[in-house]
């Protein structure tokens, strides 16, 4: 008997916004949805064929209190921070800095044609760790785990670990899987997530569908807690991320790139940052 797959709670259309000196993103996961999908603070998609749309880039910005996960399908974007790392992020790589007790960074593109495609997600540091030493990894895209089930569903495991094979990331904390998936027509993709485990996918390409319900390109759908396995079937040719992780169950509290546990804290990274001493 198969198991019961969860469910499809809730499905997200993203706001077109833009972000950094003037790049156009969608905004899927926002600040009302940061107590469901504790520990995830956000989640930017951005894609384009149009160099204006991304060319800016973010110049110099800072951060403090979680990390930042960036996974670029397309394209090549430099980061440089004040701790002094410095990285190309290619096709296919992943970019994961944690700001800890802050750090100063910027994303620029290497590129002034073609594709830029790709996610930024943020994850939640708990309270102990929010003031750690910033860390950074660039994975480049052979560097991230990789397998094929026997349905011909490939698998690149960025974060967690998944059906045996661990992602280029672990974290005991918060304990993410993130897995990028291309599940083709009629195939369909098993995944065991402890029930207790808050989770989304989001479809990038063709149309999925989760114990009954379709979810198609652009569009994020919240799984249900009511179960400890999920069953995604590619209605077409699918592309999609799956993102679970453990839930931290403390105060958020977010003022732009600072997220924090109290007011005061907030109101202390900000004071840093205007007199330099938050990097």
Same mark, same amino acid.
């Given at each position: 008997?198969?198991?019961?797959?969860?469910?499809?709670? @809730? @499905?997200?259309?993203?706001?077109?916004?833009?972000?950094?000196?003037?790049?156009?993103?969608?905004?899927?996961?926002?600040?009302? #949805?940061?107590?469901?999908?504790?520990?995830?603070?956000?989640?930017?998609?951005?894609?384009?064929?149009? !160099?204006?749309?991304?060319? !800016?880039?973010?110049?110099?910005?800072?951060?403090? &209190?979680?990390?930042?996960?960036?996974?670029?399908?397309? &394209?090549?974007?430099?980061?440089?921070?004040?701790?002094?790392?410095?990285?190309?992020?290619?096709?296919?790589?992943?970019?994961?800095?944690?700001?800890?007790?802050?750090?100063?960074?910027?994303?620029?593109?290497?590129?002034?044609?073609?594709?830029?495609?790709?996610?930024?997600?943020?994850?939640?540091?708990?309270?102990? /760790?929010?003031?750690?030493?910033?860390?950074?990894?660039?994975?480049?895209?052979?560097?991230?785990?990789?397998?094929?089930?026997?349905? &011909?569903?490939?698998?690149?495991?960025?974060?967690?670990?998944?059906?045996?094979?661990?992602?280029?990331?672990?974290?005991?904390?918060?304990?993410?899987?993130?897995?990028?998936?291309?599940?083709?027509?009629?195939?369909?993709?098993?995944?065991?997530?402890?029930?207790?485990? /808050?989770?989304?996918?989001?479809?990038?390409?063709?149309?999925?569908?989760? /114990? &009954?319900?379709?979810?198609?390109?652009?569009?994020?759908?919240?799984?249900?807690?009511?179960?400890?396995?999920?069953?995604?079937?590619?209605? %077409?040719?699918?592309? #999609?991320? #799956?993102?679970?992780?453990?839930?931290?169950?403390?105060?958020?509290? @977010?003022?732009?790139?600072?997220?924090?546990?109290?007011?005061?804290?907030?109101?202390?990274?900000?004071? %840093?940052?205007?007199?330099?001493?938050?990097?």
């Amino acid at each position: 008997m198969d198991k019961q797959s969860r469910r499809i709670e @809730q @499905q997200v259309v993203g706001m077109e916004t833009s972000d950094g000196a003037g790049v156009r993103l969608t905004r899927v996961l926002t600040g009302k #949805l940061q107590r469901r999908l504790d520990p995830f603070l956000m989640l930017d998609a951005f894609g384009s064929d149009v !160099a204006d749309d991304y060319i !800016a880039g973010f110049p110099d910005h800072p951060h403090r &209190g979680f990390e930042t996960v960036t996974y670029m399908l397309a &394209g090549r974007m430099r980061h440089k921070d004040s701790a002094g790392n410095e990285g190309l992020l290619d096709n296919g790589g992943l970019q994961w800095m944690t700001a800890g007790r802050g750090v100063i960074h910027s994303e620029m593109p290497e590129q002034i044609e073609g594709r830029m495609e790709g996610f930024q997600l943020w994850v939640n540091l708990p309270a102990k /760790n929010k003031m750690v030493e910033p860390w950074y990894r660039d994975f480049a895209s052979a560097e991230i785990p990789k397998y094929q089930t026997d349905d &011909g569903v490939r698998v690149r495991v960025i974060a967690g670990t998944s059906h045996g094979v661990k992602g280029a990331v672990v974290r005991s904390d918060t304990e993410p899987l993130y897995l990028d998936l291309h599940v083709p027509l009629g195939a369909a993709f098993e995944e065991e997530l402890p029930q207790s485990h /808050n989770a989304f996918i989001y479809v990038y390409e063709g149309v999925v569908e989760v /114990n &009954g319900t379709a979810v198609a390109a652009g569009r994020m759908g919240i799984l249900s807690n009511d179960a400890d396995n999920v069953r995604i079937a590619a209605r %077409d040719d699918a592309r #999609l991320i #799956l993102v679970s992780g453990r839930p931290l169950n403390e105060p958020i509290v @977010q003022y732009g790139p600072f997220v924090m546990n109290t007011q005061d804290e907030i109101h202390q990274a900000i004071d %840093d940052y205007r007199s330099g001493r938050l990097a």
